[in-house]
């Protein structure tokens, strides 16, 4: 099946080794540097290390077809074939609402989350959300959990209780959408967070000062809108809160004739409040005087000019630009402020702005590895057992859940691009293409289906000279438009 390029753009020379055979030797599993200059993934790279740069396409979002599309890629992890004709039957707006207004469906119950002091492996955590992922009716919330797991972070290493970081999806999940104010209360006495940042050490009398920090400077106002006088007030001010308490203790054998107490807990916790670990005394925090608690610093951040702007515009970041305009921020963050901080206002203002259609918005920003796996997946229908692929990958993508980088999250959108990298998504693709041993659907339509039909002149030349679909999906999938979203 021969097709037409729909797109404009500077060509790069490709030496050295033919397409057809490049492109044989990567579906083989041999995929290297030839295979990714093959496909133009080279052009991926900043610009330091490949000296090119992207296609300019020719955006297509004038249609409300291309308009569905886009949003299901931004908004979730790409569509099936069915989910995508649905989306279209309802259209775009339709399908904003049914996105925003639809309540998260819950994972199933994690059995390991029940093993003493929360000592089992991570893989069993990660594959039980990869595998949610792959499933849930409402991936849109998965989306948001994603969004906020690189915002809110914690790691299993300095949390050392997989338990807790079970219980904090659950918690990101069920306030994805809700109200920032309640959503940054239940980060602050989660069992994870108080572990990750230190607060269940802090006291009045010996403050720590780590979440006072990051829940200003990284969770809610940015840095430069506080000062350091601020941060120790903050610190006293939430001092107090402490572990859950276990609902009881079992005896698990660590090694030969060493035995050890764990806590059991029957059920998802919060943190405890301990009255003789606070401080009782009057502070000055953000420019106001008076006897604070946690309740009482959240509120004093919301009431801070800085807050609604930066959270909209990382939203804006990771769902329409890399570098949305002030104006835009400004305008946006002025109906966040005025809905009273309500996630679910922000996400449809920003889904039904014009920023969030306009040309230069079209692939503008890059697909994270788990973005770009689960996509994968789902566009050939892969049966459950290839969804082990992805934890194993995302390590070489630059992404593994459950384990941010630092304090700071995952960086975004071109910060996913380099040689390693790329070449780990094209190793990733040819695992995928050659595990489905059979019934891999027909690639006839995957490029209309998953790429709108507006594809680079190296694809359609590359795409016209296939000749079967394991080939045609490979392409697809391995191909800078893939990449982007």
């Not at 396409?57 to 790409?78: D, K, M, Q, Y």
């Not at 969804?387 to 995952?410: C, E, H, K, Y």
């Not at 709108?452 to 438009?481: C, H, I, M, Y």
Request: glycine residues 8%.
């Amino acid at each position: 099946m021969g097709i037409a390029t729909r797109v404009e753009g500077k060509t790069a020379a490709r030496r050295g080794i033919t397409r057809r055979t490049a492109l044989g030797v990567a579906v083989a599993g041999g995929a290297g540097v030839a295979a990714i200059r093959l496909l133009g993934l080279d052009r991926m790279l900043p610009h330091s290390q490949a000296g090119g740069s992207r296609l300019d396409w020719i955006s297509p979002l004038g249609s409300e077809s291309a308009r569905v599309a886009h949003l299901l890629r931004r908004g979730t992890f790409g569509a099936t074939a069915a989910d995508l004709e649905s989306s279209l039957s309802d259209g775009f707006k339709k399908t904003v609402d049914r996105m925003v207004e639809t309540r998260p469906a819950d994972p199933p119950n994690l059995t390991a989350a029940g093993t003493p002091g929360g000592r089992f492996a991570l893989n069993l955590l990660q594959q039980w959300w990869i595998d949610h992922l792959l499933q849930t009716p409402t991936p849109f919330a998965e989306r948001m959990t994603l969004f906020w797991h690189g915002h809110f972070t914690s790691d299993y290493r300095k949390v050392g209780d997989n338990t807790f970081l079970y219980w904090q999806n659950l918690t990101w999940r069920n306030h994805a959408l809700g109200d920032l104010r309640t959503f940054l209360m239940q980060v602050t006495i989660d069992p994870a967070m108080l572990r990750y940042l230190d607060l269940f050490t802090s006291t009045g009398q010996n403050p720590n000062e780590n979440y006072s920090r990051e829940l200003m400077e990284l969770f809610s106002m940015g840095a430069g809108s506080f000062q350091e006088a601020d941060v120790r007030a903050g610190a006293r001010a939430l001092a107090g809160w402490t572990l859950p308490k276990p609902t009881g203790m079992a005896s698990v054998q660590v090694a030969a004739n060493v035995v050890q107490k764990y806590a059991t807990f029957n059920g998802p916790q919060v943190g405890a409040f301990d009255p003789r670990r606070a401080y009782k005394g009057s502070l000055t925090f953000l420019g106001k005087t008076g006897t604070f608690d946690a309740e009482a610093v959240i509120d004093r951040i919301l009431a801070q000019p800085a807050t609604a702007p930066f959270i909209t515009r990382k939203v804006l970041q990771h769902f329409v630009m890399p570098n949305p305009p002030d104006s835009s921020v400004k305008r946006l963050g002025d109906r966040f402020r005025s809905s009273k901080y309500n996630l679910k206002s922000l996400l449809r203002d920003v889904f039904l702005s014009p920023e969030f259609s306009a040309g230069s918005s079209y692939r503008a920003l890059v697909k994270s590895p788990v973005e770009f796996m689960v996509h994968a997946l789902k566009a050939v229908g892969a049966p459950a057992q290839l969804n082990r692929l992805v934890v194993p990958s995302g390590a070489g993508m630059g992404q593994t859940i459950f384990d941010p980088p630092d304090v700071g999250g995952w960086p975004n959108n071109d910060s996913w691009i380099s040689s390693n990298t790329v070449m780990a998504r094209v190793n990733f693709v040819t695992q995928l293409v050659t595990g489905l041993k059979s019934g891999l659907p027909s690639a006839a339509r995957a490029p209309v289906q998953h790429l709108d039909g507006v594809l680079s002149p190296q694809t359609v030349k590359l795409w016209n000279q296939s000749g079967d679909d394991r080939t045609r999906w490979f392409l697809v999938l391995a191909s800078p438009e893939f990449q982007l979203k």
